[in-house]
């Protein structure tokens, strides 16, 4: 029987972009629940916190840093949303075509690529682009930052793994892949990445970049997620999750999650308890714990939501305090992205200048060419009748 209840602050929030134009939040709630014999258990409850219409076409991806959502568009633009005051923020405006990858790295920058083959680096200060690369020919399928935050992975539809240093902005080294890898991931560690193309997920080394071990998903994979060093979730053109060792390439759990195929995860824990996150087209966003200690055992429900919306995209939002972790605070210590001077970010919506360098990245050993940009869209080409 329970003797007790104690609400936790609501220090999570499920972020979800869909077909539909808008951005969700929903708030989950923590009760901790004591028992007469002074056992805990937690409760959650999904509870509906803001939506956000910011955006002219279908929602691509959304990224969140502990006070700043980030969408991104088929409508060329990058939306911000201040979590603090629960307001919006601007808009970004550089890429041309659909934005394809966001991502934060701590509090100092936003990463952006697009289906123009630029990768953007944004200050979150200023809310300027210090640096505008050239990554690929095609467009940007995915990257993925470091935890020491002193390198990147890219692909693309040029068919290339690219390793950038992020120091100095230059492609440190280039891999010609067969597939048209479409989702690159370090691990939480740093120690490992996987290359995903089609329903195949090749698990790289950091130390000798080769192959390790190559794991085949049954169906299209559309999503994945390290939910510890060593085991990636997997979600595809499906209505199952799947639970793969990266090490030995065993698939360690299969569970039926939605009716539809799943789109997205994300992760997050609350008080040791590890949560996945689903996104599915059929509308609903879930949360699974998972048993890291008997992790062949099925997930358990924890909570649900119909946002009666065709989701695309989804992440989790964390106050400071319930940050993910596993070496990235060390890592923020040790990472060479700083910031001057600790200016106010501008809010006013606009296209801010590019006060860095376009560099194109040659796939021959010639240095790079730069370009001088003041961040201008460039204009496209009309067709000829």
């Known amino acids: 029987r329970t003797r ?13 972009g869909c077909y539909e134009q808008i951005t969700f939040g ?16 937690l409760s959650f409850h999904v509870v509906a916190d803001f939506t956000h219409h910011a955006h002219s076409a279908s929602l691509s991806v959304v990224a969140t840093n502990e006070k700043f959502i980030a969408t991104g568009s088929r409508d060329e633009t990058i939306c911000l949303y201040d979590m603090k005051k629960r307001t ?39 809310w300027e682009c210090l640096q505008s690369i050239k990554a690929h020919k095609g467009q940007v399928s995915s990257f993925s930052v470091h935890p020491s935050g002193k390198l990147a992975l890219s692909v ?36 490992k990445y996987v290359v ?5 997920i090749d698990v790289y080394s950091l130390e000798t970049a080769t192959v390790t071990r190559a794991i085949l998903n049954q169906k299209r994979i559309s999503s994945v997620k390290f939910v510890t060093n060593s085991i990636v979730a997997v979600a595809g053109d499906e209505e199952c999750l799947r639970l793969y060792d990266t090490d030995s390439g065993v698939c ?45 055992d099925p997930p358990v429900l924890l909570g649900e939501v119909n946002t009666t919306a065709r989701l695309a995209c989804l992440d989790v939002w964390q106050c400071s305090s319930q940050k993910r972790t596993l070496n990235r605070e060390e890592a923020t210590a040790s990472s060479p992205v700083t910031e001057k001077e600790d200016k106010p970010a501008q809010t006013k919506k606009g296209r801010p200048a590019c006060t860095g360098e376009v560099v194109e990245v040659e796939d021959s050993d010639s240095p790079a060419k730069k370009r001088k940009t003041d961040g201008s869209k460039r204009k496209k080409k009309q067709k000829n009748p």
């Open 252 to 296: 360690l759990s299969q569970f039926k999650a939605h009716e539809n195929r799943v789109k997205a995860l994300s992760s997050f824990t609350v008080d040791d308890c590890h949560i996945l996150a689903s996104a599915s087209n059929d509308g609903y966003i879930k949360m699974w714990k998972l048993n890291l200690e008997q992790i062949k």
């Open 4 to 16: 007790g209840l104690f609400n936790m602050d609501p220090a999570v929030v499920l972020v979800a």
């Open 196 to 200: 995903v193309a089609d329903n195949k």
């Open 88 to 126: 919006e923020h601007g808009a970004l405006l550089h890429h041309d075509g659909t934005i394809t990858c966001l991502e934060f790295y701590g509090s100092s920058h936003l990463l952006s690529g697009g289906e123009d083959g630029l990768i953007c680096i944004w200050s979150t200060k200023k």
């Open 156 to 191: 693309g539809t040029d068919r290339t793994l690219r390793t950038w240093n992020l120091i100095d902005g230059r492609s440190a080294f280039i891999k010609n892949i067969k597939e048209n890898a479409h989702i690159v991931l370090w691990s939480p560690a740093g120690d």
């Open 26 to 41: 929903y708030r989950v709630e923590t009760t901790k629940e004591v028992s007469n014999i002074d056992i805990f258990y």
